[in-house]
């Protein structure tokens, strides 16, 4: 079992930026995929980002492409993603997961743990 435990969520400007950092106990991700997902108000889930096993393969979401960086540490259990350049549109619960079939082609289905999900507001 893995549980995943996020930090750094928040309300920020538009233009502003925030670093979401999550947290891995009880077994090591190096062994899998990461990702972040969001869910809007009234919106279903959507995949924002995911990193290889190694951190060498990214992958990022058209709507947020050169504005968030997703990056992990495998010797500290951590996975974060930096959000620069934020719009009113990035409001969401933002969440963490591991899945070792993560990716942007099977989504949500990819997942094995899910993080327990952060508010981040972007005020215009």
């Known amino acids: 079992q893995v549980q995943l435990g996020e930090s750094g969520g928040g309300l920020v400007q538009a233009g502003g930026s925030l670093r979401r950092s999550c947290a891995a106990s009880g077994r090591t991700i190096s062994i899998y995929r990461m990702g972040w997902f969001r869910q809007a108000s009234g919106k279903e889930r959507e995949l924002v980002a995911t990193i290889s096993r190694s951190g060498g393969t990214t992958y990022y979401a058209d709507s947020v492409k050169g504005r968030f960086t997703i990056s992990r540490d495998n010797t500290k259990n951590t996975v974060d993603l930096q959000m620069n350049s934020l719009k009113p549109e990035d409001t969401a619960v933002y969440y963490c997961?591991?899945?070792?079939?993560?990716?942007?082609?099977?989504?949500?289905?990819?997942?094995?743990?899910w993080g327990q999900g952060t508010q981040v507001t972007v005020s215009s």
């Open positions: 997961a591991a899945g070792s079939r993560l990716s942007a082609v099977v989504g949500g289905r990819g997942v094995d743990y």
